[in-house]
């Protein structure tokens, strides 16, 4: 990402650090004990606002974690994995997810997902389940999972801001 794409960068308080962190806890069970681990509370935190419309953290709506923090906690989001064939499709189709060497775990539409690879360890990309995975298995048609972040987008090759 270029200097000229960031607009500008804001320094949270502790009482907005302290919502994240609730709604982090909410919307991924199991985080709480890793919590001050990848929020430190001595590290100050930003908002980095960047063209389109990003911001690198959100101060309301859902959270999406990076590659790389996902690569560190794996355990933070629920897993489907897709076949060794699939990896190249931005959009995960539902065939992609009911192909064999794919496995479709129980989860709801809209459900944040880390989408794994046959064979491999880490994920590729994080993703939004476009169809709850009962619906997938039934139509096997059209999006099942939306990505939002895969290995080596612009995300994946940013530095780190400071």
């Not at 960031?6 to 949270?12: D, E, G, H, T």
């Not at 960047?50 to 309301?60: D, G, M, P, S, V």
Request: with cysteine.
């Amino acid at each position: 990402m270029k200097k000229k794409k960031v607009s500008n960068c804001i320094q949270l308080n502790t009482s907005v650090i302290k919502g994240i962190k609730n709604q982090l806890n909410e919307q991924f069970p199991g985080i709480d004990q890793w919590l001050n681990q990848i929020m430190p509370k001595k590290d100050p935190m930003k908002i980095v606002r960047c063209h389109e419309h990003i911001e690198i953290l959100t101060r309301e709506g859902t959270f999406y974690p990076t590659l790389r923090l996902l690569h560190k906690y794996s355990f933070i989001l629920p897993h489907q994995q897709i076949d060794k064939r699939s990896y190249k499709f931005l959009q995960i189709c539902a065939p992609c997810l009911t192909l064999p060497g794919a496995k479709l775990y129980p989860a709801a539409a809209e459900k944040v997902v880390a989408i794994m690879a046959e064979g491999k360890q880490h994920a590729l990309f994080v993703g939004v389940m476009k169809m709850s995975a009962d619906n997938i298995e039934k139509v096997n048609k059209g999006i099942g999972i939306e990505n939002i972040h895969y290995l080596n987008d612009g995300l994946w090759h940013m530095k780190a801001y400071k």
